[in-house]
């Protein structure tokens, strides 16, 4: 605006521009949250390579976890987890419970021979990274890091501790992955200024990729799909039967069914979602309590393939009957096939 200035008694008087802001002021909050989004999106990209977790499955965890780095104002979008593989390392986790570390206390990630990465502190190991947070490995060199959330399990005497941590810089290690394969593609002459697909923002997945409980496969490889089991939301529980089955999550984004933990892969829980040890747990204890021992045993991998590993990451409701049918075309199908 023009504000007049007097340099003096009877003085000229002077026009002194002030420069001033024409437009809405956008808040510092909502520019961070766009660009968390944007990375989100860039992050989805990866996923989609990476992982073998359905879509809904992977844009739901994206907007949890874009929900979460806003929250928590993360200088990158991160990803919120837990690790496998706790039942190994209680001593290490009951540490941590006597003398709990600083919150957000940086681990130590390391990638293994086979592919995998174990999650350590100050030498001890304390899990895994889960088989479908196969995006992660790629990243660690770019930057991304593993940050402990909190140990789970100590608030009820008798049970097995988990491990809840944090993926960070996330965002910032897909744009230096990205930026690191757009400079080999301009070296190589590819693409229009040197850009490359934004499908190069992954790392091709080996073609001897384990589901995550020891059985090697694709999705080419999943048996011919019986009868589907639909997955009903979960409002759905309020009717139905009383031996349907529930799956939820808690507040710490922790699965849960309303049957018995049948352990067979996975001593740290159920899960869902996806192909892994946790989904086969949950397919073995879905068919053990509706059908048979025997029948689960046979039956539960390709159920965890058709049924489990489709359901929405914040659960659903499996009516009993759909699931007894599908059991017994299952059997018919085997028996003849």
Not at 96 to 108: I, N
Not at 126 to 140: F, M, N, S, T, Y
């Amino acid at each position: 605006m023009n504000t007049p200035k007097i340099d003096g008694p009877n003085r000229a008087v002077n026009i002194v521009r002030e420069r001033t802001t024409t437009g809405p002021r956008i808040p510092s909050a909502d520019l961070h949250a766009r660009r968390i989004a944007r990375e989100a999106e860039d992050w989805l990209t990866l996923a989609r390579e990476r992982t073998r977790m359905a879509e809904t499955t992977l844009v739901a965890k994206a907007l949890q976890a874009t929900a979460f780095s806003v929250q928590h104002r993360a200088n990158s979008f991160a990803v919120p987890s837990k690790l496998v593989g706790t039942a190994k390392h209680q001593r290490a986790l009951w540490a941590l419970v006597s003398e709990p570390p600083a919150p957000w206390t940086k681990l130590t990630a390391t990638v293994q021979a086979g592919g995998g990465v174990t999650v350590s502190l100050g030498g001890e190991t304390l899990g895994e990274v889960q088989a479908k947070h196969a995006w992660a490995r790629p990243l660690i060199p770019f930057g991304l890091a593993v940050h402990m959330s909190r140990v789970t399990g100590h608030e009820n005497q008798g049970y097995r501790l988990g491990c809840n941590v944090v993926f960070a810089h996330v965002g910032a290690a897909v744009a230096g992955l990205r930026a690191a394969l757009d400079a080999e593609a301009g070296d190589s002459g590819a693409g229009a200024g040197g850009r490359v697909p934004p499908s190069r923002i992954a790392v091709p997945t080996s073609a001897s990729a384990l589901s995550g409980d020891g059985a090697p496969g694709s999705a080419d490889d999943l048996p011919t799909p019986v009868p589907t089991v639909p997955i009903r939301p979960g409002r759905e529980a309020l009717r139905g039967e009383p031996d349907d089955i529930y799956l939820w999550r808690d507040a710490e984004g922790c699965a849960h069914a309303s049957v018995p933990h049948v352990v067979r892969h996975s001593a740290t829980g159920l899960e869902f979602g996806y192909l892994g040890s946790g989904p086969a747990d949950l397919a073995l204890s879905v068919l053990t309590a509706l059908v048979d021992r025997e029948a689960a045993s046979a039956l539960y991998q390709r159920f965890k393939a058709e049924v489990v590993a489709r359901v929405p990451d914040d659960g659903g409701v499996l009516r009993a009957a759909d699931v007894r049918a599908w059991a017994e075309a299952a059997r018919r199908s085997q028996a003849t096939g």
